[in-house]
């Protein structure tokens, strides 16, 4: 059982180019989230999904979008990347989003914009 | 407005020397607490989580938290540190109407001298 995998795993990029970063769990949790990881600011949460065909703004969503066709994908695009969203970005993922259950975390894709 | 405060921002401490890690948080009721910790280079685990009952919780890799209404804390506490310890702890609270969504504490790095 793999858990959560994200791709790639680190990304150089050009700024104002288009970006998805990938996700995919396999414990068919209903939830998932997309957080992104800064140094002395821990992790904000950027989108996250309470189920399949839902989606909802977190923290700092602004810049990024993102869709659950399904229970299993969650990927989270960057239209025109800015060299601000050079950062670690986690996906996570939990059984459901209603009983604060614990949250399963990606391994984390390194993306910088330049 | 800031949820969670870890107020040390990295802490160093011996091998063998016991360990406190702090973290406040401001919500009026009672947020389900969580402590997750993030090795090098990898995403972040479940230590140890608070939603109800004995205020006293044990985790793996021999953690403990002990939750403090009157002081709005959740400190994670181990008595022996190990090299191994060595990491980034962070406090993460959920609450109210979000319980899925977590709002994390900026982090504290623990460094273990032999």
């Known amino acids: 059982i793999a858990g959560i995998t994200q791709a790639p795993t680190s990304q150089i990029l050009a700024a104002g180019r288009r970006m998805t970063l990938r996700c995919t769990q396999d414990m068919r949790h209903n939830a998932m989230y997309w957080y992104r990881q800064d140094l002395g600011l821990g992790l904000r949460l950027i989108h996250y999904?309470?189920?399949?065909?839902?989606?909802g703004k977190g923290e700092v969503p602004d810049g990024y979008s993102v869709s659950r066709a399904n229970t299993d994908d969650f990927p989270l695009t960057l239209a025109s990347a800015v060299p601000s969203q050079t950062s670690v970005y986690f996906c996570?993922?939990?059984?459901?989003?209603?009983?604060?259950?614990?949250?399963?975390f990606g391994p984390g894709t390194r993306l910088t914009v330049l | 407005a800031q949820s969670v405060t870890q107020p040390d921002i990295h802490i160093t401490v011996s091998e063998g020397a016991s360990l406190e890690l702090r973290c406040n948080y401001s919500y009026g009721a009672t947020p389900y607490l969580f402590w997750y910790v993030q090795s090098p280079g990898q995403g972040l685990q479940l230590l140890l989580k608070?939603?109800?009952?004995?205020?006293l919780v044990q985790g793996i890799k021999g953690f403990e938290a002990e939750f403090k209404r009157s002081q709005s804390s959740f400190n994670l506490r181990k008595p022996s540190v190990h090299w191994s310890d060595a990491a980034e702890y962070f406090c993460?609270?959920?609450?109210?109407?979000?319980?899925?969504?977590?709002?994390f504490g900026r982090g504290t790095q623990l460094t273990v001298w032999p």
């Open positions: 608070y939603f109800s009952g004995d205020t």
């Open positions: 996570a993922s939990s059984e459901d989003s209603l009983r604060g259950n614990e949250q399963f």
């Open positions: 999904s309470n189920t399949a065909g839902t989606t």
């Open positions: 993460a609270v959920a609450r109210g109407s979000t319980l899925g969504r977590l709002y």
